[in-house]
């Protein structure tokens, strides 16, 4: 089944030590997303990827960033991990063409800051 | 400024009873508006796609209904496996991103 791929489904790292996220989709989607969500919020939209285009939102803080080495791959890393940016990670898929942006989920990462 | 807003923040219900959640949208050009279902530790789960008022969509006991101010998930006759935290989100000509609603946590008791 096509499908959103998030790993790891858990990460856990200490203050200020640099952590990565992986998101891999094999829906072919041309549109990667990476979400913050905290508890009982709504997700926050990071930024996106529209092919190789990076598009940051103008509240990202600095310290988050973002790599799509290709279509299937895209990667989240925060660079000196604070106890503020605990939460779970999701990443979404869409596909422009649709005209829709309906976006597909992957199952999230929850990260834990010690 | 787009806007949604979902209502009621919790819902508790026994199995067997239905009810309605609602979403009100403030939007400059709807061009959708999404449902997703989200359990807890999970990301979220696409239900529905609306596009214009007087659509309607269904799947098993859920129901989405779209006007120019709101939707509605309906729910008939629910069961405890239908417990999750339901997620409104729009899509408007501008801002170019999804604008999600804080959620309405549905419980279903047995």
């Known amino acids: 089944d096509a499908m959103v791929i998030q790993n790891p489904r858990y990460q856990v790292t200490q203050f200020g030590k640099p952590v990565t996220l992986s998101c891999s989709q094999t829906l072919n989607h041309n549109v990667m997303y990476w979400y913050q969500q905290k508890s009982s919020q709504a997700p926050k939209l990071l930024f996106h990827y529209y092919d190789k285009d990076f598009n940051n939102e103008a509240d990202t803080p600095d310290n988050f960033q973002s790599r799509r080495p290709n279509t299937s791959f895209c990667f989240l890393d925060i660079r000196s991990p604070g106890l503020g940016d605990a939460a779970m990670y999701l990443c979404?898929?869409?596909?422009?063409?649709?005209?829709?942006?309906?976006?597909?989920f992957g199952p999230g990462t929850r990260l834990t800051v010690l | 400024e787009d806007q949604v807003t979902q209502s009621p923040e919790a819902l508790r219900l026994q199995e067997g009873e239905s009810s309605s959640l609602n979403c009100s949208y403030t939007v400059s050009g709807l061009r959708g508006l999404f449902w997703y279902r989200q359990d807890p530790g999970k990301g979220p789960e696409f239900l529905f796609t609306l596009y214009s008022a007087g659509e309607e969509k269904e799947k098993e006991r859920l129901k989405a209904t779209l006007t120019k101010k709101e939707s509605f998930l309906h729910i008939t006759a629910p069961k405890p496996e239908d417990s999750a935290t339901y997620l409104c989100a729009v899509f408007g000509n501008q801002g170019g991103k999804l604008i999600f609603g804080q959620g309405t946590e549905l419980s279903v008791k047995p």
């Open positions: 979404a898929t869409s596909s422009r063409t649709s005209g829709y942006n309906e976006q597909f």
